[in-house]
């Protein structure tokens, strides 16, 4: 079956400093959606991107989908300690369920 | 505007007692439903999902099921419970289509198991 892998699994960063995390298919994607779960909360969706190659932004987050629609990333420009959080991807294969990948749990050290 | 609604928020429960999570989306019809599951510091397991009325869809086997009696309602549960079954269950909708709606999670139950 599908399989969503994502790296790193944990990152911790200096307030101000970037954060990237990598999202990688085994299969070609029909969309991949970015989610954001706060500590002790539920994961909250931020974004998809449908396109091949397309490119979205959301203040200093950058989300990227790969031309092969197999990958993606998110970038966080100058992290503040609100960016903290597990951040998932979740890919589409275009059925009805969506995998999710294992998230990327980041702090933010003020 | 579209709700999702879940509880209860906490439980804690003896090995081998029976389960019932209940979940309930309002302001919208026939949307997909999911339950998931999430260990401490883990990701977001898919358990069950529906299409519809009475269809449910197993992804992992275990002594967990799910039901859905009315198009917005979804429930989870165990006739009894293990050690293992401890976690942060959410339940999911989402606009049904061919998988490019965005999913919209509850608040969670977190359940202990003693």
């Known amino acids: 079956g599908q399989q969503v892998m994502q790296i790193p699994q944990y990152q911790h960063v200096q307030e101000g400093e970037d954060f990237t995390t990598y999202c990688n298919s085994s299969?070609?994607?029909?969309?991949i959606q970015w989610y954001k779960q706060r500590p002790g909360g539920h994961p909250v969706f931020l974004i998809q991107?449908?396109?091949?190659?397309e490119v979205k932004k959301q203040k200093r987050l950058t989300f990227q989908f790969g031309e092969a629609k197999k990958n993606s990333s998110l970038h966080i420009t100058a992290t503040q300690t609100t960016d903290v959080g597990t951040y998932f991807c979740?890919?589409?294969?275009?059925?009805?369920?969506?995998?999710f990948g294992i998230g990327t749990k980041l702090q933010v050290i003020p | 505007s579209q709700t999702i609604h879940q509880w209860p928020a906490t439980l804690v429960q003896p090995v081998g007692s029976p389960l019932s999570l209940e979940c309930t989306v309002e302001?919208?019809?026939?949307?997909?439903l999911y339950w998931y599951r999430q260990a401490a510091g883990r990701g977001l397991q898919l358990l069950f999902y529906?299409?519809?009325?009475?269809?449910i869809s197993s992804e992992v086997p275990q002594n967990l099921s799910a039901s859905r009696p009315q198009d917005r309602q979804f429930i989870l549960s165990s006739k009894k419970l293990l050690l293992s079954d401890s976690g942060f269950y959410l339940c999911?909708?989402?606009?049904?289509?061919?998988?490019?709606?965005?999913?919209?999670f509850g608040d969670g139950t977190r359940l202990s198991i003693l």
């Open positions: 302001g919208t019809s026939n949307p997909n």
């Open positions: 991107l449908v396109k091949s190659g």
């Open positions: 979740a890919g589409s294969g275009g059925y009805q369920k969506v995998t």
């Open positions: 299969t070609t994607l029909s969309n």
């Open positions: 999911a909708w989402r606009s049904a289509g061919q998988g490019r709606q965005p999913q919209h």
């Open positions: 529906s299409v519809g009325i009475g269809q």
